[in-house]
């Protein structure tokens, strides 16, 4: 099954087929436009040259900064954001052998299992990891035991609560006027 989270066919083609490159675009996923954080993954492999576990995190740290940093930026906050992702790849080597698919992969996991393993990397939240197994499950075919479940209300069907749910340009829009609303209650109840 192939991707569609960003307007950029190769940057589609490498979340697609690189469990790594999907970990950091999610990772990457805050404070900027969903499709702009899944396509970083690209910009990072097009200037660092690889977008391999092992590299990234024996990479030199200043030099990560710079790809990061490099007009037109990975992220709105390069440095913070390099570090995160160096800091993710070094979870990857040392936990799951380099292999991010491992995450959930390895041992075929239900999903609360990989709820769990996502919730232990660097930067992944309750709500990310939540993110992050719907996405799994909804496009890529994940069908670990009780996933939908784990993934709480991302993993609901038509929800279009999340990058989980985008599938072209239509769904990104629905994505997008879902969290508009969500964000107008959300101030609406906080002025109650």
């Known amino acids: 099954m192939s991707l569609h989270l960003t307007d950029d066919a190769a940057a589609d083609e490498l979340l697609t087929n690189n469990p790594l490159a999907l970990l950091i675009g999610m990772l990457l996923d805050q404070q900027i436009a969903m499709e702009v954080a899944f396509i970083g993954p690209l910009k990072i492999q097009q200037r660092f040259g690889d977008i391999d576990a092992a590299a990234i995190a024996a990479a030199d740290p200043d030099r990560l900064v710079a790809v990061f940093t490099e007009t037109p930026a990975v992220h709105r906050f390069p440095g913070s954001m390099a570090t995160r992702v160096q800091a993710l790849c070094q979870t990857i080597v040392d936990e799951w052998d380099g292999d991010a698919a491992a995450i959930w992969t390895a041992d075929s996991p239900d999903g609360k299992t990989v709820l769990k393993r996502l919730k232990a990397l660097p930067g992944f939240g309750d709500q990310k990891a939540r993110i992050f ?26 929800s279009y609560r999340s990058v989980a749910d985008i599938t072209s340009p239509e769904t990104l829009q629905r994505v997008r006027e879902t969290k508009r609303a969500a964000k107008a209650a959300a101030k609406a109840e906080r002025a109650r």
């Open 133 to 158: 197994l719907a996405l799994l499950g909804k496009q890529l075919r994940f069908d670990g035991a009780g996933w939908q479940e784990a993934a709480g209300a991302y993993g609901e069907p038509g």
